[in-house]
């Protein structure tokens, strides 16, 4: 048997836009529009026509260009209302008209001031009034989840009776819970006569953070239409998010036996344009579309997926249009995801020398935040260049002092081959100059500098520094580089590095390449 196929319903530029700070000019809204084509909703809720020029001018143009998927404006009962969304439709392909109208009892009594058989009268006539200009109707009785059931019953009745192909059951305020809502369906489904003649449509708010399961426990009673926004955005806590309906319809697809329609691969393009025009950012571990939502850092957890990815993913990150799970390198990651990324970045590591950089980069990853591919480049040619026979001196430490209207001081202490410590201290116009005459102290060399360079060699306010030195002694010139998260530390490998080759040169003339120290 074939899965059944649910309507996705998309009001992310009518409900969500609806949002404080989320409003959205027309070149947007349509850029918006285009992207849903392509996720291929079935329904595109473009706005409430009647609410501003700016919103008839923007569901009039969404309803000229979009092809394929059903365009609606949203009206209250009202035939101004209903003749503005119509109008605004009138080029589109497949137009529908949204009417709602409140039903609940304090709506009724506080919000409209009428009675049962009024609400009744109210909602039929516009069904009819919008049927005049268009087959496809759709009627929400607003605050429904809070409505009396048997007048719920008899308004989903008369409406379907009057011309209503959809009844959209809208939970207003956030407030049902899945079980409730779930026999809410089920009773609309058996108490209403003519329930069979329209669709069962959802509409839920987020304000207990029930909107998605709501509208699954919804869909699994019966419903057949589920109106929701990308990313969640809406009214107040928001609507019930796309992206977790439709992924949750795919993945246990066994469990609720229904198919949508949606092109899943567009679900991040589209996470990512509606954020940033209407600058509401994802949140980093949002189901489906945050940030870390495939992203593996525990070292456990690396482990298992490098071995089987079913271990801990039950999605395929490029169902919903990314390239690849994140194993996301940091304090908690292990050796064996580093040797992973190692060989992904095209090195080849083994023994003592990955030992080493995986020292380093635990070191490191407690220092820094965001560990970049470059973060890791750079400890690998730190540790693949270097070669200990080459080096007269390695890096003791270094110690320097930087104080207004006070000279720069240093102190370094350098190891010789033969595990001696030399240590000596110096002045000079800055930092780096008094630990760069501090070394010429301890080796007796007095070099020139004639270039210094600092350069960011990865990403973020916390990037690892690479500096290059070029200096000269008696007419010789060496290049010498050092990485580190400082600068002056960096800068202190980099002069050290220079001067381990113009000692090795000494010895033995000219060396290509060359190590570049680290700490
Ligand atoms: O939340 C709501 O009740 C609505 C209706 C207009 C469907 O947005
Ligand atoms: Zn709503």
Known sequence: MQPEKLIIFDTTLRDGEQCPGASMNLKEKLE??????????????????????????????????????????????????????????????????????????????????????????????AIRFGRKFCDDIEFSPEDASRTERDFLAQVVQEVISAGAGTVNIPDTVGYTTPDEFSSLIGFLKSDVPNMDEAVISVHCHDDLGMAVANSLAAVKAGARQVECTINGIGERAGNAAMEEIVMALKTRSQFYGIDTGIDTKQIMPCSRLVSSLTGFFVQRNKAIVGRNAFAHESGVHQDGFLKNKDTYEIMNPQDIGLDSSELVLGKHSGRNALQNKIKALGYELSGDKLDKVFNDFKILADEKKDIFDEDIIALIQKEILVDDRFNTYSMGSMKCHFETGQTPTAEVMLISKDGKEHHASATGDGPVDSMFNAMDKITGLTCKLLDYQVMSKTRGKDAQGEVTVQVSYENREVLGKGIALNTVEASGFAYLNAINKLLFKSKSGPVEGGEIPGP
Do not use: C, W, Y
């Open 32 to 125: 918006i529009a285009r992207q849903l084509s392509l996720l291929k909703v079935d329904v595109i809720e473009a706005g409430f026509p009647v609410a501003s020029p700016g919103d008839f001018e923007s569901v009039q143009s969404i309803a000229r260009e979009i092809k394929g998927s059903s365009v609606a404006g949203l009206a209250r009962a009202l035939e101004k209302d209903i003749e503005a969304a119509a109008r605004s439709l009138e080029k589109a392909e497949k137009p529908r008209i949204h009417i709602f109208l409140s039903t609940s009892k304090t709506h009724r009594e506080s919000k409209l001031q009428k009675n049962k058989e009024e609400i009744i009268e109210m909602a039929t006539r």
